[in-house]
């Protein structure tokens, strides 16, 4: 197999026995995930599980302990994240992060820094838009003028630019109406269906979670404790466990 390509009913992502530590403080503990191509893949679990630092592993923002990731076939753990992205991974971080003082139109453009989306940056520009009527009509408006939810559409519009093979989105749903929570779901299947995309998205309510994703992997105190399609944990009583609290029995 050359590097780049997958095998075949092999996975997109793999990760294994993932270490992670801030400090003498260790948070994930042989941590697994794994998507296939074309998938969309729920992250779950309470507060501080270690949602936010398996997917900064992921994307290179921190560096494992031990354990490996690899992706399409090469192993990218402790990669900086610059150079994730040129493999095709695109991390939309917790809470936006957007410039609330540039536009709309400069926050998406920045995505495409990395020297494989600059070339192409304007047909991306166009397909994005196409996905994402609202970029055009609000281009030059200041980040910080839209809503919470518009902002997040924003956010995963910079994330898309870098043309990636896997969009990772830290909480998108987080904060928001339960018209703008459908309209964010909608487009998470729009970027998977049109564009060819795997997702791998992070929420702590499991049945908007389980409602989108194909599968789900849960966190429990930095572990995977289960993983499966979605219809399946659906109807856990190990995810009512863990979500709900013993008290629901
Ligand atoms: N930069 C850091 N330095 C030290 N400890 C950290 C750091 N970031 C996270 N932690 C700790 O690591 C653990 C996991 O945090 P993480 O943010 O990954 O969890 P999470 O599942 O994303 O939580 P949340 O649902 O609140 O976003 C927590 O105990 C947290 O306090
Ligand atoms: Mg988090």
């Known amino acids: 197999m050359s590097a780049g390509m997958q095998p075949p009913d092999g996975f997109q992502l793999e990760v294994k026995g993932l270490d992670v530590a801030y400090g003498d403080c260790q948070v994930l503990w042989q941590a697994?995930?794994?998507?296939?191509?074309?998938?969309?893949?729920?992250?779950?679990?309470?507060?501080?599980?270690?949602?936010?630092?398996?997917?900064?592993?992921?994307?290179?923002?921190?560096?494992?302990?031990a354990g490996s990731v690899t992706f399409e076939g090469k192993r990218i753990d402790g990669l900086p994240?610059?150079?994730?992205?040129?493999?095709?991974?695109?991390?939309?971080?917790?809470?936006?992060?957007?410039?609330?003082?540039?536009t709309v139109a400069d926050n998406v453009l920045l995505g495409a820094h990395n020297p494989r989306a600059r070339a192409s940056r304007e047909e991306t520009r166009q397909r994005v838009e196409a996905l994402f009527p609202l970029l055009k009509a609000r281009s030059t408006q200041l980040a910080n003028s839209l809503s919470g939810g518009e902002q997040q559409m924003v956010a995963i519009a910079r994330g898309l630019m870098a043309r990636p093979k896997l969009l990772m989105v830290d909480e998108p749903f987080l904060g928001l109406s339960p018209r703008m929570v459908d309209e964010i779901g909608t487009l998470i299947k729009r970027v998977r269906d049109e564009e060819g995309i795997s997702v791998v998205f992070i929420e702590q309510n499991v049945e908007l979670a389980l409602g989108l994703a194909d599968r789900g992997f849960i966190l429990e105190s930095g572990r995977t404790i289960l993983?499966?399609?979605s219809s399946e944990l659906l109807g856990s009583a190990e995810v009512k466990r863990i979500f709900l609290g013993d008290f629901a029995y």
């Open 32 to 65: 697994e995930l794994d998507v296939r191509k074309g998938e969309i893949v729920a992250l779950l679990g309470p507060n501080g599980a270690g949602k936010s630092t398996l997917m900064n592993t992921i994307s290179g923002l921190n560096k494992p302990v």
């Open 81 to 102: 994240a610059h150079q994730t992205v040129g493999e095709g991974i695109a991390h939309v971080l917790e809470r936006r992060r957007l410039f609330p003082f540039l």
């Open 227 to 229: 993983h499966g399609p």
